[in-house]
């Protein structure tokens, strides 16, 4: 059964970089739809960045194109969000996500709840 667990968050300035990880365990992510998705009190579920599972499509929502990059290292069984220019509002907790099923990757990333979830990790971007 696979899982994952996210680390990487943390406290940054305006402008400034993290890099968030999910390790996965228990099955290979090669075989998933993977994404970050994050949550702020009060609004619903952002799903920030996904991939399809042959990696050949990549969603970004609005938000977060051109600064965040999501990537899939197969061999160390991780994904990564790198996270660029970041500003107050992109502050909340980030939750990786793994799914085996696969239709439309704009609906997976804002619609679907994926399978599997890790934990989260806080980010928070203040000066």
């Known amino acids: 059964q696979l899982q994952l667990v996210e680390s990487g968050g943390g406290l940054v300035q305006p402008g400034g970089s993290l890099r968030l990880s999910c390790a996965a365990s228990g099955n290979n992510l090669r075989y998933y739809v993977i994404g970050w998705f994050r949550q702020v009190p009060g609004k619903e579920r952002e799903g920030v960045a996904c991939?399809?599972?042959?990696?050949?499509?990549?969603y970004y929502a609005d938000s977060v194109k051109g600064r965040f990059t999501i990537t899939r290292d197969t061999a160390k069984n991780m994904m990564y969000l790198q996270m660029n220019n970041l500003q107050p509002e992109d502050t909340g907790t980030y939750y990786c996500?793994?799914?085996?099923?696969?239709?439309?990757?704009?609906?997976?990333?804002?619609?679907?709840?994926?399978?599997?979830r890790g934990q989260g990790t806080q980010v928070t971007v203040s000066s």
């Open positions: 996500g793994a799914d085996p099923y696969e239709v439309s990757l704009r609906y997976m990333c804002t619609q679907r709840n994926f399978e599997v």
């Open positions: 991939i399809s599972s042959n990696d050949d499509e990549i």
